[in-house]
């Protein structure tokens, strides 16, 4: 009782004078009663005094001299901006918006994820790699890991590498922002139109020039690739994003051969070719490749989820050198117990096991969600069900625009994106049919005619 009712004593004693010093009531230089005269005149313990003088002086308000006591220390006045508020505003988008259903193509579902698997192969990375968890973690991630998915992206998608041309990171997000770094800063640079807007903002950020190439039946319009001569082109072969078209092995060879004449490089988004329904996987752009010109991206977002953080990329051999030197003095960002956990969930099977249980949830919805959709729509719906990923693309007939279709989704709690979140230019269209991602993976099948009413209400009545 004593030692707190002390502590309190010293924290009021601290706070008091540190107020008066910052409120100049004080002078500069000026002596401060000796602890035993601060005691008497407060009625309090000399140790309170001493333990409020002491933070005083350990935080530079007060200096001591040897046998004269303690002094107030000089201190300018801060500085005050009348025009600072002190409060933020957060733009609606960060806001946490509650959506009754949703029809995002970002999430995953992870009501199957097997929670006590993972719980209990982290608890083997605290017993097995205490070591390396409290030390920093290797700049292109755990060789365990690494090689791993070395094997993975073999059997998986073709690609022969060596675990040292893998790099784990944070997001693919950031390891485009790793590629930048080994890329000319006079760099062009082609994305896919419609396509991932987050590539286009960061390589906006990082002052590249960007072309935004459209797109025809075959995917990237080679056409406009060879006018346009970037030095490096991103592309996501397997199933465009978000348009869903899978490149032909002709377009295939026309990019990888405009881009060996040109000693190009293109990056390979491969952000959910884990999942293809009723046809075999798509081999990877990567696979045919023969003159190193291919960088690809992979993730663990949409195979486990998009809250752990992790995706890898392979480097073609002629960037592995200069990856490790520009990065040299980096701490990389992934999360080192996270990485050594996925490494044995992979390692004993459990990362397949689960990939091919969710293959058969995800393609369980999505006939559901398409049958649905057709029943309810008729003739005002044209889906374009490419047999892959977790979303696809669909055109309805509605009197509503764009900017609407977006604001009637949000008042009935709908999640809900359309075209215009993924082209350069915000589409203003006056043809009757909409284009719409739809995402399937967070709608459980039972609330999925219920879920495609409320659309029809937003899109049609
Ligand atoms: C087109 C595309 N690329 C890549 C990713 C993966 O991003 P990350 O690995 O940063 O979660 C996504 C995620 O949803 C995506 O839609």
Redesign the pocket.
Known sequence: MKHSNDTFIYRELYNNLKEDILSFKYDSNEKLPSKREMAQNLNVSVNSVKTAYEQLLEEGYIYTQERKGYFIEPLEKLIVEPQVTNTVTTSTHQQEQQYRYSFS??STDITQFPVDTWTKLMKQVFKHYSHRLSAIPDLKGPIELRQAIAKLVSYKRGIQCNAQQIVIAS???VLLKQIMDVMDDDSKIAVENPG?FRFRDILQKTKRTTLPINLDDKGISMSAIKSGKPDLVIV?PSHQ?PMGTIMPVSRRIDLLNWLTKTNGYVIE?D?DSEFKYNTDNIPSLYSFDKSDRVIY?G?F??TLM?GLRL?YMVLPTSLVTEFEHINNNVIPDFSMINALTLYLMIKDGHYERYIKKMSHFYAAKRAKLIEQLKETFQHLIKIHDTNAGLHFIVEVKTDYSYDDIEARAVSHEIELYTINRFTVEPVHDQSAFKTLIIGFSQLKIEVIPEAVNILRKVLID
């Open positions: 193509h970002m997001g693919t997000n991932y996501t994003f988004d952000y991206l993730t977002s949409k998009p995706s």
